[in-house]
């Protein structure tokens, strides 16, 4: 049950675009489409952003987006704003149990 | 609306246990699984536990197999998390999550803090 493996930091000016990386293995995010994307503000609970790989759920804004190939999945977000400046995690089914990557802090500067 | 409230964090010994409960609203409990994240600044976010919707099948993180249970009572609309033996490892703020599916969690409380030192 090893972590998936995300960049520690990326950062964009506002209206810049950013892509932050999730690489597993063939046991989980290669193995599914089951990977989601979440959100964390200091101090609060994650907020899901991206499901099944590339489902946005309602009152996310369209500008984050979601693809996989092979191992590795990817959160893509358009049109910087001051308020995307968080952690990001993605998560991937792995068969009976779920594995998180360790997190990316992207800056907005 | 969703709801998830969270209680029973606190300060314990390592070797010693802590039990939460998670109360859940606004949805048919009886219809979804649960599952239980923890969050540590090192870390960041880590799976726990998940438990499916009847309580047929529980799954396990490696890290806290044979050491923490995961249950629920669809009468109260809880779902409980015990923890024994625990660890200064387990240190971390813990969320009550609803299953989304295969992919994850679509709600999520705002969580409580446990604290393992001597």
């Known amino acids: 049950q090893s972590a998936l493996t995300q960049p520690r930091s990326v950062s964009g000016s506002p209206g810049q675009s950013v892509t932050i990386s999730c690489t597993g293995t063939?046991?989980?995010?290669?193995?599914?489409?089951?990977v989601s994307w979440y959100q964390q503000h200091p101090g609060k609970a994650p907020k899901l952003m991206i499901y099944?790989?590339?489902k946005r759920p309602s009152g996310v804004p369209d500008r984050f987006s979601g693809s996989k190939s092979a191992n590795t999945a990817s959160l893509s977000i358009s049109g910087l704003q001051a308020d995307d400046d968080a952690d990001y995690y993605c998560?991937?089914?792995?068969?009976?149990?779920?594995?998180f990557g360790g997190g990316t802090k992207l800056t907005v500067l | 609306q969703v709801q998830l409230v969270e209680s029973g964090g606190g300060v314990v010994q390592p070797g010693g246990s802590l039990r939460l409960s998670c109360v859940a609203s606004?949805?048919?409990?009886?219809?979804?699984?649960m599952h239980w994240v923890r969050h540590t600044p090192g870390k960041g976010l880590e799976w726990v536990t998940f438990?499916?919707?009847?309580?047929?099948?529980?799954y396990y993180a490696d890290s806290v197999r044979g050491r923490f249970t995961i249950s629920r009572d669809i009468s109260k609309n809880t779902v409980d998390l015990q923890m024994d033996s625990l660890r200064v490892e387990d240190t971390a703020i813990y969320f009550c999550?609803?299953?989304?599916?295969?992919?994850?969690?679509?709600?999520w409380g705002l969580g409580t803090l446990v604290t393992v030192s001597s």
């Open positions: 438990i499916r919707y009847d309580g047929s099948n529980k």
């Open positions: 999550a609803r299953q989304l599916g295969l992919t994850g969690m679509d709600y």
């Open positions: 998560c991937s089914y792995a068969g009976n149990y779920w594995v």
């Open positions: 099944d790989v590339d």
């Open positions: 606004g949805f048919p409990f009886s219809g979804y699984g």
């Open positions: 063939s046991s989980d995010v290669g193995a599914y489409n089951f």
